[in-house]
């Protein structure tokens, strides 16, 4: 902590609180006032190395303080920084220099700028404060000195004369000015200097002393050693002499004196340069505990240490992982983190593991060990243990080119740093395994893989915020439902933490079941919210779900409280749907959930997002929907939904984002592939679903109304015999294959089930109905369920294979 203090006058204590954190660096000690009265009151009691004032205060405002500091003889040298958000016009800066400023500054105020500031002020006033010191170190010296001293004239004359001199002279000031030694010693000494006083005037010699007498009162006679020496002499005039008188018979007085003074001031400059190495060593802890990753605090531990030591190399060696770490550095050069068997034969590293405690080697060459963490040509090393709890997790090494014997506060600095240095590793460790297991705990929860839809690409992006050391609350899901159907959904648990991810975690979980018990969005969300009310716990949770057919382009969507979905149309024009959602889940018991419908293109996009997406403390909310609806336009060109997350996280998300960014998209293609698969099940949505893909597909193929009406029935026709005697008419799954080679069509229609026989008088109807409308009817039946072909060659059929967009499959 400096000894210097700052004086900061604002009557907003959040200024006050702004100005004492960036100015807490400096080690300045900061003093508070409110007023311009109760600053006037603190310079009363305290001198201070600079003073930042506000300008707009109620009372005296600070163009009038600075005033009546500035007329105060106490103050008047004192800096003052005003500090303003006023205009800045010229007339009001030029009132405040008029006022007695130094400097000028305006909010909001850049950090580094003012603390830059304050410090060169701080520096220049401890620096005079210094000078004063040591101008009044001099004239206590010169008149308080415990000998006698004068200066003279050329001729030896006595201009100016101490206390002490004085004293050991038994004499007045006035009694010995204007006399010279000669006269104010016996005869018999007269002249007993003048060869040395003429080899100082020619500059043969710098200085002289000779032991002469001086006259004391009542005929006494004093031995004192006078030494003299010249003044440097303005140009065209003569140097004084300077004349130092010691009395002897208070010589070893002096000398005991002189010896303490001397003890003094280098158990000072001992304590000062102990102090300065405890303030680097401070800031070495400082930077090591702010350090993000483990390769990050090494470089700045070591560069550090560099400085903080003086010496020209520094290692860090790790050896309690499976792959031992080096981390080097020289002076000007970048520091270097090496992963793997690099150290393995370091004698150094051995020994100071085998000792856990520090090793010094004065001459390595001599000494014959392999210090190869240092690198070649180090003369001298110095290596302590890095200790965490009981085990010894490395060491911390520094060498030096030239030979140099490391002294016990060396040793004992570091170790000191080691010590941070062991603290600081297991911390950063231990962050870096957090944030490692909250990954895949938030991996864990989100789908693995996204399903294959006919007619849908599907993307989807997971960025984890704050460094990725928590789990969130932040989930997406794609479905494939029966019949080519798809349920893409997004939701936002409010909070971090295990709670919200064990939350997001079951919301995820209990959807997938809802999905497969209604139809309509506002139903499935009515439910899951009942389902997040019955949990227990008031956590709201914002959903986005929509169902997307494939076949017809219809999208049905509700949204309870989530940010608007983007739609991108084919044309690349994007547009939020705005629509007046509904409440978040979790929060009312009865709400109502509405299903909104539409139609999406061919070759459109739709994107649903988590509000880390647009959120961020530096813009608005409107900026953030703004810019994504911008990027989304941008990537809107091909079924690219890879390319369109990856576009918009570039635009959007920051490098230190604060919360997560999760998104999902979903891609309309303008055609289905030659081999088209559906899951489908024996509920009406799913056979809607099924007949609507099949007739997108054989109007692709080229077929007439007529040939699309036969096939259609046909495939009906086996849908519904695998429902009706494979399952018994239950909602089992069966599988309906869509084949296509050039103008011959293949159904097929395979299901699960155990078939019954039956003795019912329309058995064979729904096969003889087949056999009318198709070419060819393929019956196979065993115990693991049937399948049933059928094939029919259309008449005109699309010239060229279908190319295909995206996925083929949906299950």
Known sequence: MRDSAVLLVDDRDENLLALEAVLTPTGCRLVKARSGDEALRALLKDDFAVILLDVQMPGLDGFETAEMIRSRERTRAVPIIFVTAISKESHHVFRGYEAGAV??????????????????????????????????????????????????????????????????????????????????????????????????????????????RLSGRAGT???????????????????????????????????????????????????????ERMRLMQSIAVAALGAEDLDGLLRDVLDRLLDALDVDRAAIVLTDDEMRIVAHAAGGTATVVEHGSAGDDDDVVARVEAQRGPVAILDVASAEVKAQSLGPAVSSLLAVPLVAGAQVIGSLHVGALTR???????????????????????????????????????????????????????????????????????????????????????????????????????????????????????????????????????????????????????????????????????????????DAPSPPMGVVETPRYRQITLTLDPGSSLLLYTDGLVEQPSKSLDAGLGELREAGAAAAAGPDVEALCARVIGHLAGDEQDDDVTMIALHALVSLEDRVSLSVAGDPGALTAARDMLRRWLSEAGADAIETGDITMACNEACQNAIEHGYELG????????????????????????????????????????????????????????????????????????VAQGSASAS
Not at 110 to 136: C, I, N, T, W
Not at 240 to 268: G, N, S
Not at 499 to 525: T, V
Request: charged fraction near 30%; aromatic fraction near 4%; proline fraction near 5%.
């Open 103 to 212: 400097d000028y500054l305006f909010k909001p105020l850049d950090p580094v700028v003012l603390r830059s500031k304050v410090e060169v002020f701080v520096e220049s006033y401890e620096r005079g404060r210094a000078l004063a010191q040591r101008e009044e170190l001099l004239r206590a010296t010169f008149e308080d000195a415990p000998i006698g001293m004068a200066r003279a004239d050329a001729a030896g004359r006595l201009r100016h004369v101490n206390g002490a001199l004085c004293e050991t002279a038994g004499r007045e000031p006035g009694e010995l000015v204007g006399r010279t030694l000669d006269e104010l010693g016996p005869r018999a000494d007269a002249g007993i200097d003048a060869e040395q006083r003429e080899d100082l005037a020619a500059g043969r010699i710098a200085r002289y002393e000779v032991q002469r």
């Open 221 to 275: 006679t004093i031995p004192v050693l006078v030494s003299v020496s010249l003044t440097t002499p303005a140009e065209g005039s003569a140097p004084d002499q300077i004349i130092h008188v010691q009395d002897l018979r208070e010589r070893r007085r002096a000398e005991r004196d002189r010896e303490q003074l001397i003890r003094a001031q280098a158990a000072r400059a001992q304590a000062e340069a102990a102090s």
């Open 404 to 578: 140099r014997e490391f002294d016990e506060e060396t040793t004992d600095l570091l170790g000191l740093a080691a010590s941070r240095v062991s603290l600081a590793i297991a911390r950063t460790r231990l962050y870096e395994r957090e944030r490692r297991i909250a990954h895949e705990l938030q991996r864990s929860l989100l789908p693995s893989e996204l399903p294959e839809v006919p007619g849908v690409a599907l993307a989807a992006r997971y960025e984890p915020g704050g460094m990725g050391a928590t789990v969130g609350g932040d989930w997406y899901d794609a479905i494939a439902l029966p019949g080519g159907r798809v349920a893409i959904v997004i939701g936002d648990v409010v909070g971090r933490g295990i709670e919200a991810a064990a939350m997001m975690g079951q919301m995820r979980s209990a959807l997938r079941a809802i999905l497969m018990q209604a139809d309509d969005c506002g139903d499935m969300a009515e439910r899951l919210n009942r389902f997040a009310l019955g949990l227990g716990e008031c956590t709201l949770t914002t959903v986005v779900l929509a169902i997307f057919e494939p076949a017809t382009g219809r999208l049905r969507y509700t949204n309870a409280g989530h940010p608007p979905p983007l739609l991108i149309a084919g044309d690349g024009t994007a547009r939020h749907l705005a």
């Open 731 to 802: 909602s089992d799954v069966f599988d309906v294959l869509l084949e296509r080679d050039d103008a011959q069509v293949t159904i097929t229609v395979r299901d699960r089930g155990s078939w019954k026989t039956t003795t019912s008088p329309d058995r064979g109807r729904g096969m003889a109905l087949m056999g009318q409308l198709m070419d060819d009817v393929d019956v196979e039946g065993g115990e693991s369920g049937s399948t049933v072909r059928l094939r029919r060659r259309l008449a005109s059929p699309a010239s060229g294979a279908t």
